[in-house]
């Protein structure tokens, strides 16, 4: 199943079947909305199974800093989701990069500090990998199917993600351009972690809205210029959800990739060690593991 985290206008996917909103359940409290089940024809024959995540809640009611990434991650794992493409708004560091650009990005730097950042915890420790932090392979499908449907798209970028909810003052835009950061955005990470310890494979879709406020020949970021720049880019994230999916559902590579072995040495509790009801509320999410 391919999930789908964004804005509410990305799940208007044409051709998307025998869609329902179903309330999907969690052991890590509530989710930022229902979410969207659905089906997209592959061919006459088969069909890829999609499930939208609404990140913000439909009407943007959550912001960055009181979404509940783990409840997100671990409900879309109880779903059945294996691949996630995460579908971003963010702000352009670099004058190539303009407002419309999709950046598949490769890297992050996580300067959040007031979110819960991992699933596991006292009574069950795990350290998993983040050293390439979004699932390659399911990168090179997006930018593949980015460029056959003329999305203006780079392969590969830096995504520096702020806690917010107030956009950067000049002189940190200033400082994380002089760290070689390309794109800035509030949404990111914990996600891209938690989808790592969910041995979910996770990517990113940044779509381009401003210049932060770092660029003297444009006005400083606002949210009626971002809205603007927002809803011609939710077409664009739509077709490329359509565009996307047969290569997700005819992937055979899939079961090599090392996102779904993320836990595999990561878990260093012993098993006598452990606690119960962390074991209980990790069953989905580390399930794989804990039965062994």
């Not at 996630?84 to 996580?110: C, R």
């Not at 760290?179 to 972690?193: L, R």
């Not at 210049?211 to 603007?228: F, G, L």
């Not at 098993?271 to 990790?282: I, S």
């Amino acid at each position: 199943m391919l999930g789908i985290i964004g804005g509410s206008g990305v799940y208007n996917i044409e051709g998307l079947e025998n869609t329902r909103w179903v309330k999907a359940a969690s052991s890590f409290g509530e989710p930022s909305d229902e979410v969207l089940i659905g089906e997209l024809p592959i061919d006459g024959l088969t069909r890829q199974s999609i499930a939208f995540l609404p990140r913000h809640g439909r009407g943007h009611r959550i912001p960055p800093s009181a979404i509940n990434f783990r409840a997100n991650i671990d409900a879309l794992k109880r779903l059945g989701v294996t691949d996630i493409v995460s579908v971003s708004a963010v702000g352009s560091l670099h004058e190539s990069l303009a407002p419309g650009m999709f950046v598949i990005v490769d890297q992050f730097i996580d300067r959040t500090f007031a979110r819960e950042k991992s699933f596991f915890g006292s009574g069950l420790v795990a350290h998993v990998s983040m050293a390439h932090p979004v699932c390659h392979r399911l990168g090179d499908h997006l930018f593949t199917a980015a460029k056959q449907i003329d999305i203006p798209v780079v392969r590969g970028g830096t995504y520096l993600v702020m806690e917010g909810p107030q956009f950067s003052s000049l002189a940190e835009s200033e400082l994380y351009r002089s760290w070689k950061c390309d794109v800035i955005g509030m949404t990111n990470m914990p996600e891209a972690k938690l989808a790592r310890e969910a041995e979910i494979c996770y990517a990113t879709v940044a779509m381009v809205t401003d210049y932060d406020c770092w660029h003297p020949d444009h006005d400083n970021v606002t949210v009626d210029a971002i809205v603007k720049v927002l809803l011609a880019n939710a077409d664009k994230a739509r077709a490329l959800v359509k565009s996307v999916a047969p290569r997700v559902h005819g992937d055979a590579g899939a079961c090599e990739c090392g996102c779904r072995s993320a836990l595999q040495y990561a878990i260093i509790t012993a098993p006598e060690a452990r606690d119960a009801k962390m074991v209980e509320k990790l069953s989905a999410v580390a399930g794989r593991m804990l039965k062994k």
